[in-house]
């Protein structure tokens, strides 16, 4: 019962490096989400899906990008990492729940340092 | 845009004791969601607790209840008998109707210390 899995769980990058975190969710889920966590922020949207093929902007979009090619996957991309891109990162994913209080599942995190 | 607020970033409370994390929201809509999760060391986020804003009645899970008052937009979490598992963060989260397709939108979050 895996839920939702993200990788990697932790990665050093040097300004102007790329990457991509991944998330994975084999509940069949919808919507899935990035948001980040940074301390005295709480979580914030970066960009969410609500379903396979689509994306759409959340509150703090800017330097990532991106993709839900296949259902089960949400990409995110960081083009040239930034030291404010210094954060943790956190997928989750739900379902269209009738009462529309779907809830989120999440994934464990993964720590980003841009050095 | 909808904002939700946490005017507490830390709350301690003694082991078996009961402890009210405040969170107050903004929204001119009328049936909504509001949902609260706790964060622990692990960095998992864990569902404590949802209220549907069209209901009247405060739901409660187990120690776990809230206090939702719609007209003030407030909506508070009471955690009784404390249990050294219960410190986190706490995280308060607003979501609007399903037709809007909006995300969750969290607050800044209470960092609980339940000292034994």
């Known amino acids: 019962n895996a839920g939702v899995t993200q990788t990697p769980k932790f990665r050093v990058l040097k300004t102007g490096q790329s990457m991509t975190l991944l998330c994975a969710q084999d509940m069949n889920h919808e919507y899935m989400y990035w948001y980040r966590q940074d301390p005295g922020m709480g979580l914030r949207l970066i960009h969410y899906?609500?379903?396979?093929?689509?994306?759409a902007k959340g509150e703090v979009p800017d330097g990532y990008n991106v993709s839900r090619l296949k259902k089960q996957n949400f990409l995110l991309g960081l083009e040239s990492a930034a030291p404010s891109q210094t954060s943790v990162y956190f997928c989750a994913s739900s379902d269209q729940l009738e009462s529309g209080a779907n809830v989120l599942t999440f994934g464990a995190g993964s720590r980003l340092t841009v050095l | 845009a909808q904002t939700v607020t946490q005017s507490q970033p830390e709350m301690s409370v003694q082991e078996a004791e009961t402890v009210t994390l405040s969170c107050t929201y903004d929204t001119s809509e009328s049936d909504y969601y509001l949902f609260w999760y706790k964060q622990p060391p692990s960095r998992q986020m864990i569902l404590v607790i949802r209220?549907?804003?069209?209901?009247?009645q405060n739901a409660t899970e187990n120690r776990f209840s809230v206090n939702f008052q719609k007209a003030a937009k407030s909506f508070s979490l009471k955690i009784s008998d404390s249990q050294l598992g219960d410190a986190a963060m706490y995280f308060c989260a607003y979501r609007a109707p399903l037709s809007g397709n909006t995300p969750l939108v969290f607050g800044k979050g209470t960092r609980l210390s339940v000292i034994a």
């Open positions: 899906s609500v379903g396979e093929g689509t994306t």
């Open positions: 209220q549907e804003a069209y209901k009247q």
